[in-house]
């Protein structure tokens, strides 16, 4: 392989900091179609869809937050700059889907 055509570090931190931008993005589209009105207008979801539907917010909340944890901590490394989560580990622990409701 061709060290010419090795991407920098700040090449590397750029990128990834750009595709995790794209995902958080994506997420809030994810949010907001979640959101909308549905037809036949003025029906009620199912309690397992409402369930669901509960469920998909918390967990996209959750995946935005630690998008921004990411994020920072690259930004912190591109700035040489003390990381503001040290251990990463526990926010990953942290995120665990909510018990599902007993039908």
Known sequence: M??????TWN?????TRASLTTARTSLADARDHLSSDWRP??????????????CAFELIGQAKALIDQAKNVLY???????????????????VRPPAPTPP
Do not use: K, M, Y
């Not at 061709?2 to 991407?7: A, F, G, H, V």
């Not at 207008?41 to 509960?54: C, I, K, P, W």
């Not at 912190?76 to 942290?94: E, I």
């Open 41 to 54: 207008v003025g029906t009620e979801l199912a309690q397992h869809e409402t369930d669901a539907r509960t």
């Open 76 to 94: 912190d490394a591109a700035h040489a700059t003390t990381p503001r989560r040290r251990d990463h580990r526990s926010a990953v622990a942290q």
């Open 2 to 7: 061709n060290e010419q055509n090795l991407p």
């Open 11 to 15: 090449d590397i931190l750029h990128n």
